[in-house]
């Protein structure tokens, strides 16, 4: 009799893809948005209010949670590496900038990713649509 401890296996989701962070293996994965993007891109959910003198922006979407000083970022982004990222918590949108970044990258083993579909970023509308119109009888035509 083995004397390791039983692990459940961790199954993987249906749309893995949809995720905004992996936990699968030792290398941990994030999904991270540019807000510095958001705001070149003309970004039709970005939204700013003024308070205490500032003027802060931040996205109805809530692909990022946190809301940040226009003036910090617009002065980031003009020096060489920009304001940076911010982790997703929720899916992004198409139009984001979006980027996996992976931490402990040293831990992978030899078998790489075990969820390699996490890595697939929106890239707009799907290329193929796939439907079926079901008879009384329950069959597909």
Known sequence: MSSRPVTAARALPLRP???VECR???VHCDKVVYPGACLKR???FVYAYEEFGHTFMGCMQKIFDVEIDLDLLRAAEARRPGFGAVA???QPLPMCK???ESCYES???ELGCVNP???ELPVGVP???VFAEIRSDGQPQ
Do not use: I, S, W
Request: charged share 45%; proline share 4%; net charge negative.
């Open 17 to 19: 893809q949809d995720e």
């Open 24 to 26: 699968r293996c030792e």
């Open 42 to 44: 003309a970004c039709p």
């Open 88 to 90: 997703a918590k929720r």
């Open 98 to 100: 979006v980027e996996v």
């Open 107 to 109: 831990r992978v083993d």
């Open 117 to 119: 579909e996490f890595h």
């Open 127 to 129: 290329t193929f649509r």
